[in-house]
């Protein structure tokens, strides 16, 4: 199995930029898919942004896409997770999830909380 770690959440008013990491260890990174997730109070567990193996294919939510940018570090094991002219509907806890050979992503992290202002 992967573990996987996120970092970068805060506290921050719309109209800020965030980073979120997600540091893997474990199973071998460099050839699986990642993406990241998040969930609102309430709410259930989205969808935000994809990543393919080599970075080469990305893929983003409607309502992340043009602001959120997914990126990855296969020699630092670690995928990003951009976050530009946040929105407080952007506040949620971000998780980021490792897709493993059964097509499911079944590795996840603990979740990072994001919260924005208004």
């Known amino acids: 199995q992967v573990q996987l770690v996120e970092s970068g959440g805060g506290l921050v008013q719309a109209g800020a930029s965030l980073r979120l990491s997600c540091a893997a260890s474990?199973?071998?990174?460099?050839?699986?898919?990642m993406g990241w997730f998040r969930q609102a109070p309430g709410k259930e567990r989205e969808f935000v942004a994809a990543?393919?193996?080599?970075?080469?294919?990305?893929s983003y939510a409607d309502s992340v896409r043009g602001r959120f940018t997914i990126s990855r570090d296969n020699a630092k094991k670690t995928v990003y997770l951009q976050m530009n002219s946040l929105k407080p509907e952007d506040t949620a806890v971000y998780y980021c999830?490792?897709?493993?050979?059964?097509?499911?992503?079944?590795?996840w992290g603990q979740g990072t909380q994001v919260t924005v202002s208004s």
């Open positions: 990543i393919s193996w080599s970075g080469t294919s990305l």
């Open positions: 474990g199973r071998t990174f460099s050839r699986y898919p």
């Open positions: 999830a490792q897709r493993g050979d059964s097509g499911n992503y079944d590795s």
